[in-house]
């Protein structure tokens, strides 16, 4: 299991209640990063895919991609200020 801040929260309840995401969720999976690599990163999807695992984290649920369960135990979602704003980031604990 993974760890979710207060400004990680708060960061996803604020992007939630935009009306342009209605109907959105937060969902962690891995993404092309380029040069034929893959991350794993945190963003907003229509609907969880087929055999996402959904985790409560206060008033907010948070998809995991099938199978990133163990790559992530350890980790932290968190708020990174940066200069285009706030943005959420995964960290090791």
């Avoid at 969720?25 to 895919?49: C, K, W």
């Avoid at 790559?71 to 200069?83: F, H, I, K, M």
């Amino acid at each position: 299991m993974f760890e979710v801040t207060e400004d990680a929260l708060d960061a996803i309840r604020t992007t939630l209640h935009r009306p342009e995401m209605a109907g959105t969720v937060a969902r962690v999976a891995t993404v092309a990063s380029g040069n034929g690599r893959t991350a794993i990163a945190v963003g907003f999807v229509s609907e969880p895919a087929p055999g996402d695992t959904g985790y409560d984290a206060g008033d907010v649920v948070i998809y995991v991609q099938r199978g990133l369960d163990s790559q992530l135990t350890g980790a932290c979602l968190d708020v990174r200020d940066t200069e285009g704003g706030a943005r959420l980031v995964l960290r090791r604990a």
